[in-house]
Every structure is written in structure tokens, then in C-alpha cells.
């Protein structure tokens, strides 16, 4: 599927290099998304703001997008799949910790028992994370990661968890990378969880992934020197947090903000508060057929407050039922 | 000069594109730079790592180059610039702080006494930076660099402080960036002191500078969101902090790097440990006469370590009196 994005974005350049573009064959840059509002919405930016003659135009430094990942760019059901490979993480690493048997969150994710796990919120998460994530080398942390995306199914869909990115999605990253967009994840999940797989799977380079992320320590161990995961919270890039992610890693405004649930709020809001042109996207999860539908009730990927001052403001709000053609690329296998 | 490198590369892109790149008139990437081994040894680095015929080809993703600023890619005499800066900030605040006059390090600031300000070391001048440069917006700050910036001359060349960056690593950063090198640069100084005018100096985008920071905060002023700064040190880009700075924004581990003092020495060393070919390039300030000659014993850019380890390890010295042709653009006007 990637290939023949790639493919088609090649042959848009090379035919705009020859010939002027309202000459050449119009090739539909969101062939899976519905001919519906948000798709125009999307393109009408696009075009408004890449034309120097019109009062729209973004010169190229300021085409700055953000998206975040779980639940924008891939799914995040049943839950963060971060979640499932700390959860991974601890059945692997049980042995070398006997407490763990009766010492909570970890006994209630030995147990399988989710709900009980849940009531010990993003405090019990981030004590999972610390103990499971860290007191490695970052080098044996990536290939642990890969290791586990290699071989994990999703419970539902028994396919690798990279299968489960949403096409329309694929779709409008090439659409504004192709216009000279420079796309960044803002992500509450870990960066160095996300760095390993998103080069290949969204074609983002590793250096605009912003995260949160532990401390580290510079060390020799012998004569070769390493960075150490420390069992400590470094930065966590959510809610008031992927602004501040955003200024400390991109230094630049952005124009363009998608995202899925009130943590990606700020970001939205830090967005909408440039001069100009600017366009935010809420993905709303309405389609329980094809994926899942969720939003105020839902603990993972909650969206209230963000739909509310989405509608509100004028923001564009796709959904996934009626506005996705496809949602996952296998679809159309 | 900067137009002139940008015409240069255009010219070297649209030959290669139409003919074999043997046939093209030869273009000096380095035309600063003596024809000494410093220089031929940049080249031929550059050609082995860009042909995919060669062992030592590495592939795009992997070409990361990070750079030092102070003293690496301009002057850093007769103190850091963003020292001058500070010293400015206090004399500018100083109505406001009646305290300072009795209050070290402030009062040998107001008195200009540049020896006892000495004598605090970093913990004076992180005192200076906390009052100085915090307290307001991002934007506010951002605008405050960049007044400064185009007012203030250096106290011994009379001119804009931007005139005193090094000819021949100009040419070397778009030399590697012709190359599909992505160029980082990673200082010790305050990361937003250098956004403001890393792109239109070293044609580096704001997100690949890697530096110093302050704790941030995102709030609503009436009903405009800000990011302010608050006094509060986030991270301290120098020493083992450089290659966490690097993994932190970076997430790769670069194959060239260059720097000047023994606080790069660290990500001279996390450079030289990946596998395959690497580059390592110390700058030695020899040059008494255009510029200044220092190493072991100065206080702002102390050279010792690093020199022995870059001498013990083969890697590459420049000098600056021997290798380059010039130093700063202006000297050929």
C-alpha cells in the first residue's frame, strides 16, 4: 500500500515537473475518503495555502502538522497498544520478580484481570511502564519493541498491530508531505516506543516522533558508551503537555492539528491561535461495524470537551462511518 | 554569500540530474578550505558514504551530522555571545531589581567587573539566564533575541555578532546537506536563543537544533493561549547531556560530528561507537590573527580531553590557521 502511494506521488511530481498542473490528469490525493465535506474541507486548505497568489498561502518553514497516533493514526482498542506490550512486558519479566504476585497494578495484569488493572488509572500505567520500560540500554529497548510488533496479533483482528493504521490517514500524510508539509506524531505514548516502527509504517522520520519519555544516562559500560533508560518521568506529552512537546521539539506554531480525544485538545488550541490559515481535524470514532465507536464514555481516547469546542469553533470533525471509505488498508486486500 | 552556495548547489543538482556526474565540470563543494588532509578527508567521506557501490555507503535515514555552535560554527571570544546577551537583559531589567546592585553575580554584571562575574562560574551565569530569560512568553522572548540580535556588535570586529560564523563550515553544512545529510545542531547554548536565526544564518530548520531549556508552561492570557517560560532549568545540553540531547530530539545516532571543545567530547565518542564509517572533526582555534588561538587554558571553549582523544583516535583536527582559506565571509568583501 505504501509502495503505491510512493508510486503515485512519484508520478504527480514528474508530471508536474513538465507540464502545468491544471494540464495534467487529476489523480484523487484521498481516493479513500467519501466525496463529503471534510474531503473538500481538506483540499481546499491545501490548495489555498501551497498558492502563493492567493491570501492564504503558508511559505514552506511554516508548514508545520501534527497528528497524534493512537486513535488518529492507528487504532486504540481495547486499549493503548502501548498497554499491551507493557502488559507483555510484565509476563516476561514475572520470573525475576516473585512480589509482583501480590504487589498491584502488576498481580492484576498476571491475573488477565483488566478491569481491576483500570482502576489503578495512569498512576498504576505509569508504574507498570517504569518497571518494565526502563534499566535497559535504549538500543536493547528498540529491539525489544520490534521484536514484539513482529510477533504480536490484536485480539480482534488477528493481524500485526501495524496493519491496524487507518488508510484515509496514510492517505493525508503523503497528501501533505507532497505539498511540503513537514509532518510530526504528538503522541502521549512513549517516543521511543514509536521511533522504532514509524519510519516504515507512516513515513515520518524518527527525529519528528515527540513523546513522552523516562530519563536517560550517558554510560560507559567497558569501553562503549550507551544512553540508559532511567526509572524516572522525564516528560509526558499529553493534554497541556504536546503544546509544550511541540514548542520544546519543533519550535514553530503549527497550522495543521489532527487529533482524536480531549488530551489532543491543547494541541488543537495552541494550533488555532496562529495567524492565518489554519485547520483543525477531529477524528470521531463513529463506526462500530468497521472499527469501534466511542467518545464521551470511553476511558481510552475520551472526546467531550474536544467535540464540544470542535463544534463550536468550526473545526472540521471527520466521521469515520460516514467519511472513511475504507478505514484499515487491508480492506482492500 | 548564502545565495551564492544555494546557486551553487542548484547548478551541481540540475547538472547531475541531466549527465553522468563524472562528466560535470568539477565544483569545489569546499573552495575555503585549504587543499590540505582535513578537507580532502571531508570529501572523501562524502563520497564514499553517498555511493551505494561503496562499503561504506550508508543509507539516507542514517546520514545525521550534528554540529556544535559556540566556537564550532562562530566565535565564541571574547565570551559566548548568548553571555553577552544575558549581560545586556540585566542592565536592560535592572531599574526593576534594585536588589542587584548589592546582589552577586548582578552587581559585577551592572559594574562591568567580567573577572568576578567569572568567578561564579556556571552557577552564576545559570542565576543570570533564570532572571533574565524567563518570565515571559515564548513569543515575547523570541522577539527580545531577535531586536537584540540585529542591534548589537561584536566588541572587537564592529560588527553584527551573525557576520562572526566560520566561511568554511558554511560551505561544509550545505556540502552535507547537497548530500542528503540532515543537519542538527546541538550547543550548549539555549535552544531558543539559536531558533531565531539558525534558519536564515546556517539554513538549519528550527526543528533540528538541539539545546539548553527551561521548564515551559502552556496558559491562557485572557483568552489567547501562550507558552511562558518559567525559571526553572529543564535540560543542560553540554557534556553527557549532548548525546542525550541527541537521542532526545534526534533518536539515531549521527555518523559525522563536529565540535570544538572538550563539552562535545561525549557526542564525539557516541558518534564514533556506531558501526560502519564515522566522522569525527574537532575545530582547533589556532588562528591568533583572524580569529583566536586557544585550547587547554581557556575558560569559554577549554580544549584538553578532547584533543588527546581525537589525537589518539585518528580523528580529524582542523586548523583553523592551516586549513582555511578564510574565516568569516566578510574577509571577502
Redo the contacts between chains.
Sequence with gaps: MKTKLTFAAALLIISCTHVNKEETAYVDPLPSWNDKESKSSIINFIKETTNPENQNFIPV?DRIAVFDNDGTLWSEKPVYFQLLFAIDRVKELADQHPEWEKEQPFKAVLENDMDELKSYGVEGLLKIVMATHTGLT?EEFEDIVKKWLSTVKHPRFNRPLTDLVYQPMLELLSYLQMNDF?V?IVSGGG??FM?PWV?EIYNI?????VGS?VK???VFIED??V?KRLPEI?FIDDK??K??GI??????KPVFCAGNSDGDL?MM??TA?GEGKRFMLYIHHTDSVREWAYDRDSSVGRLEKGLEEATAKGWVIADMEQDWKVVYPFEKE
Tied chains: 1, 2.
Design positions: 518553514p535504549t513537514k510530526f517516543i521511543e521511533r519510519e522520520p524518527r527525529n519528528q516522533v519519555s536517560t544516562e550517558f562503549r558508551p544512553i522525564d497541556e503537555g503544546p509544550i514548542h520544546k521539539h519543533i519550535g514553530r491543547p488550541q495552541w491561535s
